[in-house]
């Protein structure tokens, strides 16, 4: 059995999607969308939690350029190639995607993705500082917006991205 093989049928591309959403068109289909630079606890806790909302979750991987702009000039630490390919294996998403290459008022540009996927929802961590903008292309798109809280599991320290690069920095 050929686990890449498995995996690889799970990345998508613009294509794709029309055929996707004819072939869910009766199923709830969750859209989530982020930099995923270097997987963690906490993306997997989101995953499971947006994945609980539809019968089929697609995550939307930032690319390098946008990660570039948005983290600043020593980041992704990850190369999207790999960072698609790491979510695409995790169990909870059904599918993923590279996003759009262009920001938009400062957020990751997935408004293209949405248009062609048509997703029931579209959902994003608390913490995102974006919210006022993701929400108003939701509304335009007539998908729902649900904001999920950043949590955690008993016996398991919160953390992020951000913080697991600060502490590699100072060893």
């Known amino acids: 059995m050929e686990i890449l093989g498995s995996i690889k049928k799970k990345i998508l591309t613009e ?5 996707l959403r004819e072939k869910y068109k009766d199923k709830k289909i969750v859209f989530i969308s982020g930099c995923f630079d270097i997987l963690h606890t906490g ?6 939690r947006a994945r609980q909302l539809g019968d089929v979750l697609v995550a939307g991987v ?9 983290k600043g000039s020593t980041r992704p630490i990850n190369l999207q190639n790999d960072r698609l390919l790491l ?7 059904d599918y993923a995607i590279l996003n759009q290459d262009v920001l938009e008022k400062g957020e990751v540009d997935w408004r293209k993705t949405m248009t062609l996927l048509k997703p029931n929802i ?3 961590n608390e913490d995102n500082a974006k919210l006022d903008i993701n929400k108003e292309v ?14 955690t599991l008993s016996g398991l320290n ?3 991205t ?3 690069v600060k502490k590699l920095s100072n060893k």
């Open 15 to 19: 294509k794709d999607l029309p055929k």
């Open 87 to 93: 979510v695409a294996a995790m169990q909870d998403v």
């Open 158 to 160: 919160p953390t992020s």
């Open 62 to 70: 930032g690319t390098d350029n946008v990660i570039k702009q948005l």
């Open 138 to 151: 939701c509304d335009e798109l007539g998908v729902e917006f649900i904001v999920l809280s950043r949590s």
């Open 43 to 48: 993306h997997a806790i989101l995953f499971n």
């Open 122 to 124: 579209f959902t994003i």
């Open 162 to 164: 951000t913080e697991i």
